[in-house]
């Protein structure tokens, strides 16, 4: 070994720069220990040799081959000259699975692990040095893989034989963002980016449910690193997925009969295996949040009052912390223990990355058609849901026949990695098809009237409603109260008394949209704009002339616009909202979302600390009296009151937390259990006959196993739309009947729109669709069509058909002009009209 005297105590591996042929792929893995190849005459072809960080069995295995600093010393401070000699070197350790296993590795521990954000850190700057090391390296590593899968691929079984293929995950391969995806590799051609990990994934699928644990196991513990997840290996496991369906959505067979396009979706082993990659990316995902989940020690299982076994909180993490913070430790008193608050909900999976970082964002471009995908969901996957460690648990990924299992083969069963753009879609298509369902129920007693010399009933095929701007409410209630559940399956026809128009859809958008703004109107009784916050929240005392039945109306004219695809109402209703209907747990971000004073005064609660050393139990006792002496509580409180939003309106009483709780101070030992029931107070229970009102009416119309796959955020999503307007992307989408996409008066056109206050873009948004929110996936899904009505001399406003979302504008002679016409049309217009 050259070096020091120190350095030439290590033993030293020799790499050949090149494979010799005939000689075993593994003979430098195998070498026993103490046994190094000395020098470049032992061995030909020439070798390099490469000074080892960590001493011989410090790692597993019987040999040390390349670290991290070493590879950043060899291949970025070097001359040039020696430069390519080293990346031979390395790509050579690429080559040997066996060699790469014990490879960088952190120097100096019992327990070989990779130090994969030093590794990607140096192979990105490599690549990014030398434009043609990244196919070199890519090259090398295809060659190490086919080495693993020519193997006994059902003995890769352990963490030290599946570290090569956390290494090759981190081989830089993306590709720039404006290149086309690469084309299928062809028999006996080079080896493209993506082969390489399709390569992986075909190699992942084969392997036994032990080595997919084990490699997702290796790859939360040792690539755990946020930054190494998220920046590297996700994003390239993710474009591989996103490039086969992109390949897929090509393919001439996908504009065939239904069923053979369901059966030939089923037949694309690369896109699958892509998916699966990438649900075992997930699990590792939430593994590693797992290991890095902090341990409370003082957490005490307890039994609350209902008789639920809880941590002694609400809410699962969230509120253990408050309990852990509150010092409610095994050698305090019993007290606490029965003022645990019950859990209430189900905790989500906690994950290291966000859920964006894995979603195909190629299913919202429309590569798959959501009819496709619906049957897909429904024949193979049985409307059910597959977890990311189900993936990886699954015994067999394949059968005699070498065929995926059919529930697999669905991306709405993998509900992680999918849009909610595309869930959208999907969910429309179901809607639609409900609609028909229900509409061919009355198809055939109206063909035998009409057969029999009568006339059919147009009505009896929707559900009809007619209602007046000027009492809206009341009409509305009246009919939806007369109506049978199977009225509100059919599709929504609205009309306006006394208005002119053929509903196809706006004047049924028009409806919702001026209907939510007086339902959840303070006004109205049923909901009330909380303080701080703006958002709108259940009241806990009814309005005048209020029942509880009311709230089911809301819920199923909130389930009504979901059914009937409407963009989404402009109702500001919170978060913690569609938590409770899909049944999950709410956090304290929750309660400072909707009421943000209240969750302030809790941290202050429980922030508070008192003056001497609780250590002992007459401090303790200290703490107790000086707790209560500054803040005098006791477990009682007022509902959140209307407050500003109705200023007629009485406070309501306070009312006790638990037993005896207007008698009953807080104390220091107990603070953790007061926020925790404070919360429950304040979200669940205070609300609680006011929300099962809603969430009855809600399922009675939006029952469907389709949004089990939604989370609460993207029911958020599809219910409220989108309320920033990205005028931008509503150009995008847009299309010409007259014009050209960038003729100078239709660039005016969208500079004077872009001009607009946010207000004045609401109000064109509704003139021009019938609805002033954005739908989930995005403006540019609206497809605004613009057509050429008219030239100067022209006094005519623009005039929208909003069944359409078509703008009729005519060309006028001047920006100004444009710009004041428009502003006239979208200000002063109201109801419909036919012409």
Same mark, same amino acid.
């Given at each position: 070994?050259?070096?020091?005297?120190?350095?030439?105590?290590? #033993?030293?591996?020799?790499?050949?720069?090149?494979?010799?042929?005939?000689?075993?792929?593994?003979?430098?893995?195998?070498?026993?220990?103490?046994?190094?190849?000395?020098?470049?005459?032992?061995?030909?072809?020439?070798?390099?040799?490469?000074?080892? =960080?960590?001493?011989?069995?410090?790692?597993?295995?019987?040999?040390?081959?390349?670290?991290?600093?070493?590879?950043?010393?060899?291949?970025?401070?070097?001359?040039?000259?020696?430069?390519?000699?080293?990346?031979?070197?390395?790509?050579?350790?690429?080559?040997?699975?066996?060699?790469?296993?014990?490879?960088?590795?952190?120097?100096?521990?019992?327990?070989? !692990?990779?130090?994969?954000?030093?590794?990607?850190?140096?192979?990105?700057?490599?690549?990014?040095?030398?434009?043609?090391?990244?196919?070199?390296?890519?090259?090398?590593?295809?060659?190490?893989?086919?080495?693993?899968?020519?193997?006994?691929?059902?003995?890769?079984?352990?963490?030290?034989?599946?570290?090569?293929?956390?290494?090759?995950?981190?081989?830089?391969?993306?590709?720039? #963002?404006?290149?086309?995806?690469?084309?299928?590799?062809?028999?006996?051609?080079?080896?493209?980016?993506?082969?390489?990990?399709? /390569? =992986?994934?075909?190699?992942?699928?084969?392997?036994?449910?032990?080595? +997919?644990?084990?490699?997702?196991?290796?790859? *939360?513990?040792?690539?755990?690193?946020?930054?190494?997840?998220?920046?590297? =290996?996700?994003?390239?496991?993710?474009?591989?997925?996103?490039?086969?369906?992109?390949?897929?959505?090509?393919?001439?067979?996908?504009?065939?009969?239904?069923?053979?396009?369901?059966?030939?979706?089923?037949?694309?082993?690369?896109?699958?295996?892509?998916?699966?990659?990438?649900?075992?990316?997930?699990?590792?995902?939430?593994?590693?949040?797992?290991?890095?989940?902090?341990?409370?020690?003082?957490?005490?299982?307890?039994?609350?009052?209902?008789?639920?076994?809880?941590?002694?909180?609400?809410?699962?993490?969230?509120?253990?912390?408050?309990?852990?913070?509150?010092?409610?430790?095994?050698?305090?008193?019993?007290?606490?223990?029965?003022?645990?608050?019950?859990?209430?909900?189900?905790? &989500?999976?906690?994950?290291?990355?966000?859920?964006?970082?894995?979603?195909?964002?190629?299913?919202?471009?429309?590569?798959?058609?959501?009819?496709?995908?619906?049957?897909?969901?429904?024949?193979?996957?049985?409307?059910?849901?597959?977890?990311?460690?189900?993936?990886?648990?699954?015994?067999?990924?394949?059968?005699?026949?070498?065929?995926?299992?059919? &529930?697999?083969?669905?991306?709405?069963?993998?509900?992680?990695?999918?849009?909610?753009?595309?869930?959208? !879609?999907?969910?429309?298509?179901?809607?639609?098809? &409900?609609?028909?369902?229900?509409?061919?129920?009355?198809?055939?007693?109206?063909?035998?009237?009409?057969?029999?010399?009568?006339?059919?009933?147009?009505?009896?095929?929707?559900?009809?409603?007619?209602?007046?701007?000027?009492?809206?409410? +009341?009409?509305?209630?009246?009919?939806?109260?007369? *109506?049978?559940?199977?009225?509100?399956? +059919?599709? %929504?026809?609205?009309?306006?008394?006394?208005?002119?128009?053929?509903?196809?859809?706006?004047?049924?958008?028009?409806?919702?949209?001026?209907?939510?703004?007086?339902?959840?109107?303070?006004?109205?009784?049923?909901?009330?704009?909380?303080?701080?916050?703006?958002?709108?929240w259940f009241s806990p005392t009814l309005g005048p002339g209020r029942q509880l039945e009311d709230y089911w109306m809301v819920g199923v004219i909130v389930a009504l616009a979901v059914y009937n695809n409407h963009p989404g109402l402009d109702v500001p209703l919170p978060s913690v909202l569609f938590k409770k209907l899909k049944g999950?747990?709410?956090?304290?971000?929750? %309660?400072?979302?909707?009421?943000?004073?209240?969750?302030?005064?809790?941290?202050? =609660?429980?922030?508070?600390?008192?003056?001497?050393?609780?250590?002992?139990?007459?401090?303790?006792?200290?703490?107790?009296?000086?707790?209560?002496?500054?803040?005098?509580?006791?477990?009682?409180?007022?509902?959140?009151?209307?407050?500003?939003?109705?200023?007629?309106?009485?406070?309501?009483?306070?009312?006790?937390?638990?037993?005896?709780?207007?008698?009953?101070?807080?104390?220091?030992?107990?603070? /953790?259990?007061?926020?925790? +029931?404070?919360?429950?107070?304040?979200?669940?229970?205070?609300?609680?006959?006011?929300?099962?009102?809603?969430?009855?009416g809600f399922r009675h119309v939006c029952n469907s196993p389709l949004f089990d796959v939604l989370r609460p955020e993207e029911l958020e999503a599809i219910v409220a739309g989108q309320t920033d307007l990205d005028f931008s992307s509503l150009r995008q989408g847009a299309q010409y009947e007259g014009f050209t996409p960038n003729e #100078?008066?239709i660039e005016s056109f969208w500079q004077v729109l872009e001009g607009f206050a946010m207000p004045r873009k609401r109000r064109f948004l509704a003139f021009c669709t019938g609805s002033d929110v954005a739908p989930a996936q995005g403006l540019q899904d609206l497809r605004l069509l613009v057509q050429r009505h008219g030239e100067e001399?022209?006094?005519?406003?623009?005039?929208?058909?909003?069944?359409?979302?078509?703008?009729?504008?005519? &060309?006028?002679?001047?920006?100004?002009?444009?710009?004041?016409?428009?502003?006239?049309?979208?200000?002063?217009?109201?109801?419909?009209?036919?012409?």
């Open positions: 070994a050259a070096g020091s005297s120190r350095a030439a105590a290590i #033993p030293t591996v020799a790499v050949p720069l090149r494979a010799k042929e005939g000689r075993d792929s593994r003979d430098l893995g195998e070498l026993e220990d103490g046994q190094v190849v000395a020098s470049a005459q032992a061995v030909s072809p020439p070798f390099v040799l490469l000074r080892p =960080i960590v001493q011989p069995g410090a790692a597993p295995c019987p040999f040390v081959a390349l670290s991290v600093p070493r590879l950043t010393s060899l291949l970025t401070v070097t001359p040039t000259a020696s430069h390519d000699e080293h990346l031979q070197a390395l790509c050579l350790a690429l080559a040997r699975p066996s060699v790469l296993n014990a490879s960088f590795c952190y120097p100096g521990l019992r327990t070989a !692990r990779l130090d994969a954000a030093g590794l990607c850190r140096t192979l990105a700057v490599v690549c990014a040095r030398d434009e043609a090391a990244g196919p070199r390296l890519l090259s090398a590593a295809a060659e190490g893989l086919a080495l693993l899968s020519d193997g006994s691929v059902e003995d890769l079984v352990q963490r030290d034989q599946l570290r090569a293929l956390a290494i090759y995950l981190c081989i830089p391969a993306r590709r720039p #963002p404006s290149a086309p995806p690469p084309p299928p590799p062809t028999a006996g051609g080079a080896r493209a980016p993506r082969s390489l990990l399709a /390569g =992986i994934a075909h190699l992942v699928m084969r392997m036994p449910a032990a080595g +997919r644990i084990a490699l997702r196991d290796l790859l *939360a513990d040792e690539c755990g690193d946020m930054r190494v997840l998220r920046d590297f =290996i996700v994003p390239h496991v993710r474009t591989l997925a996103d490039d086969a369906i992109r390949n897929t959505g090509q393919q001439p067979w996908l504009a065939g009969a239904l069923w053979e396009v369901v059966n030939q979706l089923q037949l694309q082993r690369p896109l699958w295996e892509a998916v699966l990659l990438l649900q075992i990316l997930a699990s590792a995902s939430e593994e590693a949040a797992r290991l890095l989940r902090p341990v409370d020690a003082n957490a005490s299982v307890v039994s609350s009052p209902s008789g639920d076994v809880s941590l002694g909180n609400s809410s699962g993490m969230e509120d253990a912390k408050e309990a852990g913070r509150a010092g409610e430790g095994p050698n305090e008193s019993t007290s606490s223990v029965s003022l645990a608050a019950p859990v209430i909900g189900q905790a &989500r999976t906690a994950s290291l990355l966000d859920a964006s970082a894995f979603q195909l964002f190629s299913l919202a471009e429309g590569f798959i058609p959501p009819e496709v995908e619906f049957w897909l969901f429904q024949e193979h996957a049985q409307f059910r849901q597959i977890t990311p460690g189900e993936v990886v648990d699954e015994p067999w990924w394949s059968d005699a026949a070498s065929m995926l299992p059919r &529930r697999f083969c669905s991306f709405m069963a993998h509900a992680n990695l999918v849009p909610v753009a595309f869930k959208q !879609r999907v969910l429309q298509v179901e809607n639609v098809l &409900r609609q028909r369902l229900s509409q061919e129920q009355v198809l055939w007693p109206q063909a035998e009237m009409v057969l029999s010399g009568g006339r059919a009933d147009p009505s009896a095929f929707y559900f009809m409603l007619s209602v007046s701007r000027t009492d809206l409410l +009341r009409a509305t209630f009246a009919q939806m109260y007369s *109506a049978s559940p199977v009225d509100l399956r +059919r599709p %929504l026809r609205v009309e306006f008394v006394g208005e002119e128009a053929v509903d196809e859809g706006g004047v049924m958008r028009e409806f919702f949209r001026v209907l939510s703004s007086e339902l959840f109107a303070p006004e109205a009784g049923l909901f009330f704009e909380a303080e701080g916050s703006r958002r709108l999950e747990q709410t956090t304290n971000e929750d %309660l400072a979302q909707l009421f943000p004073d209240h969750a302030r005064s809790l941290e202050a =609660i429980l922030a508070w600390t008192p003056s001497e050393p609780t250590d002992t139990e007459a401090g303790r006792q200290a703490a107790d009296r000086e707790f209560a002496d500054t803040f005098c509580l006791s477990f009682c409180l007022s509902p959140p009151s209307p407050g500003s939003s109705q200023p007629n309106a009485s406070p309501p009483p306070e009312q006790p937390l638990c037993q005896d709780g207007e008698d009953r101070p807080v104390l220091f030992r107990d603070r /953790g259990c007061f926020a925790a +029931r404070a919360r429950q107070f304040l979200l669940h229970t205070s609300v609680q006959p006011q929300f099962e009102s809603f969430a009855r #100078p008066y001399p022209t006094s005519r406003l623009p005039v929208a058909h909003t069944c359409f979302n078509l703008l009729l504008l005519p &060309r006028y002679s001047s920006t100004e002009k444009l710009r004041a016409m428009l502003v006239t049309a979208v200000e002063w217009t109201e109801g419909f009209g036919l012409q």
